[in-house]
């Protein structure tokens, strides 16, 4: 079955003709984006879409790009406006993170929708927060460029994503790392207790392994998800971990590779992946029951993009878009399913602005009532 999901991306701004100074700092525009936000979960909750993410952005003072310190909060927030829709991030920086911290705050995310938590993990790339917050390892972001500090923050990640694994796995673990130790040597832990109804110490109180409470309530974990990287050394990495990755591009001679390079190392971990598994593919939606309203929609999408995204430090490219009207929209899908073999895809969705508030959820409303049902039920 195709399925659909959306990675939310609220801004402070309204409108992208209405920038706001310091719009990130306003409790009342936060507050707006908090109440768009819940339209648009409890929409795409009613309309089927499988889930939603969001990324791990600290420090955006300006209200753009997306406002979302707290994807696993905000996630809750979410599943709290919800009944059936899945909660995840794309992604948890992990190379600057604690990583048992994520894996027991992720478990308690799974444990507080029953099973609703969706897990995605990222390296970053904004040193502004990035390198703040990875400067006790020490850890900074990462531009993909093969350099020593590149190698080093792939290194973290894998590390970082064997540790949380243990901890969603194992009742009690142990692990001797490049970056991380757990416990820690030499930690002492005399709970007589433990001794008795737990697990990790000997005789002497020497903690000997350590463990999160509770443990995931999806077995064995959460479903895994990691964005597009630069390096394939990334993608195959994830690939052998078994991991979905968000693949924006709207290159499909660069999806049709990343399929196969994802294949080839699921084969080599013993997994035979089906066709188009491994990929969720997407973009951008401007969306309209004309084409000349989808046309102007998706030229001020194209031009916030520009604005918001294209610029130093992050240079990223235009993503996939899905312009036009709902008919156009459903071919496009429709080809790259076919073609591609690519059975879920992802809508990066984008409010207040560019459009405002009003346009962006009625953009979401027709894709919901005219796209969606065009593709559900429909075997992939």
């Known amino acids: 079955m195709i399925k659909f999901y959306l990675m939310f991306n609220p801004f402070s701004w309204e409108r992208m003709d209405k920038p706001i100074k310091l719009g990130g700092r306003r409790t009342d525009r936060y507050q707006h984006m ?3 936000l819940a339209a648009h979960a409890e929409l795409a909750d009613r309309a089927g879409f499988e889930g939603v993410f969001f990324s791990e952005q600290h420090g955006n003072i300006e209200g753009i790009p997306e ?3 707290n994807p696993v909060l905000l996630d809750l927030f979410v599943a709290s ?3 059936r829709l899945k909660v995840g991030q794309l992604g948890m920086t992990l190379p600057v993170s604690n990583p048992l911290l994520v894996a027991d705050q992720i478990a308690q995310l ?5 099973g609703r938590a969706l897990a995605g993990f990222s390296r970053g790339n904004t040193p ?3 390198d703040q917050y ?3 390892i020490p850890m900074r972001a990462t531009r993909s460029d093969k350099s020593e500090a590149d190698e080093r923050n792939l290194r973290a990640l894998q590390e970082c994503w064997q540790i949380i694994k243990l901890a969603w796995t194992q009742d009690v673990f142990s692990f001797d790392g490049e970056f991380w130790k757990f416990p820690v040597p030499g930690t002492k832990w005399p709970y007589p207790h433990t001794k008795t109804w737990g697990a990790g110490v000997d005789e002497d109180d020497n903690l000997l392994g350590v463990s999160i409470a ?3 309530y999806q077995t064995p974990h959460p479903r895994v998800f990691a964005p597009m990287s630069g390096r394939s050394a990334t993608v195959r990495f994830w690939a052998r971990e078994g991991a979905t990755i968000m693949c924006l591009t709207p290159r499909e001679d660069l999806v049709k590779g990343m399929l196969e390079v994802y294949a080839d190392e699921a084969h080599q971990a013993g997994r035979t992946p089906r066709r188009g598994e491994g990929i969720i593919a997407g973009g951008t939606l401007s969306i309209a029951a004309d084409e000349a309203t989808a046309r102007k929609r998706a030229d001020l999408m194209s031009e916030w993009d520009s604005l918001v995204y294209s610029v130093a430090p992050y240079h990223l490219p235009h993503p996939m878009a899905f312009n036009g009207t709902p008919a156009q929209i459903v071919d496009q899908i429709g080809r ?3 073609e591609l073999g690519v059975d879920e895809f992802i809508l990066t969705d984008y409010f207040p602005a560019p459009h405002g508030s009003e346009v962006s959820l009625e953009m979401l409303q027709l894709f919901a009532e005219e796209v969606l049902p065009a593709f559900q039920g429909k075997e992939s």
């Open 34 to 36: 908090l109440e768009q």
């Open 134 to 136: 990875g400067q006790h």
């Open 336 to 338: 790259i399913h076919s």
């Open 81 to 83: 406006r919800t009944e």
């Open 214 to 216: 509770p443990g995931p």
């Open 67 to 69: 406002v979302t310190a």
């Open 110 to 114: 799974d444990q507080l929708t029953g």
């Open 128 to 130: 502004r927060w990035a």
